[in-house]
């Protein structure tokens, strides 16, 4: 029951993002920085969830949410990664909602590791390629440090 419901949240969720809307994201730099605050808001969520429990479950809905939501971020940012005004209000957004975990000075590098991690795609089709991607997740919050 708890895995169907799991695999139902995903679906709810991928079904509000489509291909093209996640193209259409760079014509608004609002749009963007919005994208970036909350793909920061998905990085904190999973961070708080990994030093508390020393892991990220899939199981716990909310960070299944985060992740997607991160995957979002990831697929918007690497559809427009050569708009240079799109990346700027992305980080904008990103150091917007990261407290002090994200910051002027290191937005840089969390993007360049976020933009480095693999199976982040989001699609209905692999979905399980997605679940698969914790440890990614993991690299991206360990590159975090140990800031908070």
Known sequence: MKRLSIILMCFAAL?????SSLGTIAASDSAAKATGQSTANAILGLYRSYKANGTIS??????????????????????????????????????????????SSNVNSVITTMNNLTGLNVNASNISQNVNTITSIITLLNALGTAQ
């Open 15 to 19: 079904s509000f993002v489509s291909c």
């Open 58 to 103: 899939l199981s716990n809905t909310t960070d299944l949410t985060n992740a997607l939501a991160l995957a979002t971020g990831y697929t918007g940012y690497r559809n427009n990664q050569t708009n240079s005004s799109y990346k700027t209000s992305f980080a904008a957004g990103m150091v917007a909602a990261g407290g002090s975990l994200i910051t």
